[in-house]
């Protein structure tokens, strides 16, 4: 028996965005990339939206950026995004 591959119906276009220099500690933002790590665009930016931490906004901004750069440069709609990876490592620390 032959087996045929089956072709999925999605394309899968990556897109990046960083944010260099957030002057904030890993562990906070760590803390919210958690809480948003696995759910959708539209659930991202409620999230963010509606949490009280002040690592949110700058987040909020990068996710926000990210997808409306996708949308523009490759014409995608805004309900097919999924994001499927965050990361936040460390920077440059300040010499005081």
Same mark, same amino acid.
Do not use: F, W
């Given at each position: 028996?032959?087996?045929?591959?089956?072709?999925? &119906? /999605?394309?899968?276009?990556?897109? $990046?965005? #960083?944010?260099?220099?957030?002057?904030?500690?890993?562990?906070?933002?760590?803390?919210?990339?958690?809480?948003?790590?696995?759910?959708?665009?539209?659930?991202?930016?409620?999230?963010?939206?509606?949490? &009280? /931490?002040?690592?949110?906004?700058? $987040?909020? #901004?990068?996710?926000?950026?990210?997808?409306?750069?996708?949308?523009?440069?490759?014409?995608?709609?805004?309900?097919?995004?999924?994001?499927?990876?965050?990361?936040?490592?460390?920077?440059?620390?300040?010499?005081?």
């Amino acid at each position: 028996m032959i087996k045929k591959k089956r072709s999925n &119906p /999605y394309t899968k276009v990556c897109a $990046l965005s #960083k944010h260099k220099h957030m002057y904030m500690s890993t562990n906070k933002a760590r803390r919210i990339i958690d809480k948003i790590r696995g759910r959708s665009y539209q659930e991202r930016l409620m999230v963010l939206e509606l949490m &009280p /931490y002040q690592a949110c906004y700058p $987040l909020l #901004k990068l996710v926000y950026s990210a997808a409306a750069n996708t949308i523009h440069n490759m014409g995608l709609n805004e309900s097919s995004l999924i994001i499927s990876k965050v990361e936040v490592n460390e920077s440059t620390t300040v010499k005081k």
